[in-house]
């Protein structure tokens, strides 16, 4: 079982910068497909960034190519560094850790952050 706690988010100027972590208990992300998702009201939970399982390359959606980086180290622990933040990124964002996940489908994701809000002000 993997147990994944975020930290960071909150309340940012268009045009600024947060920074969101996730941390794993008593587990590598080594080995694991991990993502990160956002959801808006009234909205599909959808793909962020992920870094894929087999070959550790990273993935970002359209959306957020650019300004956001999605990292890890080595023990047990992935972020997610947001610049250039819009209004339009405003959501609950999550991460997700599986271990052959398909990156950018939530639904290939059994382990989840409790998720984070990120407000984005005009």
């Known amino acids: 079982q993997v147990q994944l706690v975020q930290s960071g988010g909150g309340l940012v100027q268009a045009g600024g910068s947060l920074r969101l972590s996730c941390a794993a208990s008593?587990?590598?992300?080594?080995?694991?497909?991990t993502g990160w998702f956002r959801q808006a009201p009234g909205k599909e939970r959808e793909f962020v960034a992920a870094i894929n399982w087999s070959d550790s390359n990273t993935y970002y959606s359209d959306s957020v190519k650019g300004r956001f980086t999605i990292s890890r180290d080595n023990a047990n622990s992935q972020y997610l560094q947001m610049n250039s933040l819009k209004p339009e990124d405003t959501a609950v964002y999550y991460c997700?850790?599986?271990?052959?996940?398909?990156?950018?489908?939530?639904?290939?994701?059994?382990?989840w952050g409790q998720g984070t809000q990120v407000t984005v002000s005009s």
């Open positions: 008593g587990r590598s992300f080594s080995r694991y497909g």
């Open positions: 997700a850790v599986d271990s052959r996940p398909s990156y950018s489908d939530y639904k290939t994701y059994n382990y």
